[in-house]
């Protein structure tokens, strides 16, 4: 079944840096979906960007696709030790089948 | 105030035995859905409920069954639990969406089951 991969697996920054994760998916999709997991909690979902969209932002966040790549890519701008946590991508296959990657650990220095 | 809660948080049990997560969203969704989490974070879905009805089922193992008394609740059963059975496991719910995507999920704390 589609998967999609999220680039890279681990990513360490420095405080106020940018923070940039790419997702990866083998087929067509309707949406794709941004979430955040820190430690011992539930995903959070974060932002859905429609196959039909390009570009969308929320706060600190700004997350691209490219359909004819079949990726995306998640930007947090400036960021604090908050942000740290890992970033899944989550993909559907036109129905009610929801599957995410792997995700990406990031790592934020105060 | 809880959106998607679950319970217990930690489960630690013997080989064999046979266990139930319990999963309750008040967010009036029309879905409702099983992951496990893997010790590298990988996030399998397991099942789905719409509307009482199951309508996907990945290939899990028969020892798991879901179990919806109600829209709001699917619980998780686990007979004869197995070591390979240890992961962390999520209820998670949505609305459905008019085309037929689905739309974002709001996921609950986590089961963290130990099977010794």
């Known amino acids: 079944s589609q998967q999609g991969e999220e680039d890279p697996q681990a990513l360490s920054i420095q405080e106020g840096e940018n923070a940039t994760m790419n997702c990866s998916y083998k087929?067509?999709?309707?949406?794709l979906q941004w979430y955040r997991q820190n430690s011992g909690r539930g995903l959070v979902h974060l932002i859905l960007?429609?196959?039909?969209?390009r570009e969308k932002h929320s706060g600190r966040l700004r997350v691209t696709l490219d359909t004819s790549k079949k990726s995306s890519s998640l930007l947090i701008t400036a960021s604090r030790a908050a942000d740290t946590a890992s970033y899944f991508c989550?993909?559907?296959?036109?129905?009610?089948?929801?599957?995410f990657g792997r995700g990406t650990s990031l790592i934020v220095h105060p | 105030d809880t959106a998607v809660s679950q319970t217990p948080k930690y489960l630690v049990t013997q080989m064999g035995n046979d266990k139930s997560i319990k999963c309750e969203q008040n967010?009036?969704?029309?879905?409702m859905y099983w992951y496990k989490q893997d010790s590298k974070k990988f996030l399998k879905i397991m099942f789905s409920?719409?509307?009482?009805?199951?309508?996907i089922n990945e290939t899990v193992p028969n020892r798991f069954s879901p179990k919806s008394p109600d829209k709001a609740h699917l619980n998780l059963h686990i007979n004869s639990l197995e070591l390979g059975d240890s992961a962390v496991y999520f209820c998670?719910?949505?609305?459905?969406?008019?085309?037929?995507?689905?739309?974002?999920?709001?996921f609950g704390p986590g089961t963290r089951l130990t099977v010794l």
């Open positions: 998670a719910s949505s609305p459905v969406g008019t085309s037929g995507a689905y739309n974002e999920q709001f």
């Open positions: 087929t067509s999709i309707n949406n």
């Open positions: 960007i429609r196959s039909n969209e």
């Open positions: 989550a993909t559907d296959e036109g129905s009610y089948i929801p599957t």
């Open positions: 967010l009036g969704h029309d879905t």
């Open positions: 409920y719409n509307n009482k009805e199951l309508i």
